[in-house]
C-alpha cells in the first residue's frame, strides 16, 4: 500500500484493513460476494486406453 493509504488507514475513527487485489478477490469468493459458482467439466485422457500392452 502506498504510505498515504497507510497513514489515511491509521487516521480513520474505526478500524480500517487494507488489502490488496489478490486479498479482495479472496475475500469475495469465500464470502460469496459479487461471484457466482459455475460447474466445469475437464476430460481427462484414459492412459490406459492408449496402452500398448492391451491390458
Known amino acids: 500500500m502506498t504510505r498515504e493509504a ?4 491509521g487516521r480513520a475513527s474505526k478500524r480500517t ?3 490488496n487485489s489478490d486479498e479482495l478477490a479472496q475475500l469475495m ?3 460469496e460476494v459479487g461471484v457466482s459458482r459455475k460447474v466445469v ?4 485422457v484414459d492412459g490406459e486406453y492408449f496402452d ?4
Request: no cysteine; glycine share 6%; aromatic share 6%.
Open 41 to 44: 467439466y475437464l476430460p481427462e
Open 6 to 9: 497507510s497513514q489515511t488507514a
Open 17 to 19: 484493513v487494507l488489502v
Open 52 to 55: 500398448e500392452d492391451g491390458s
Open 29 to 31: 469468493i469465500e464470502h
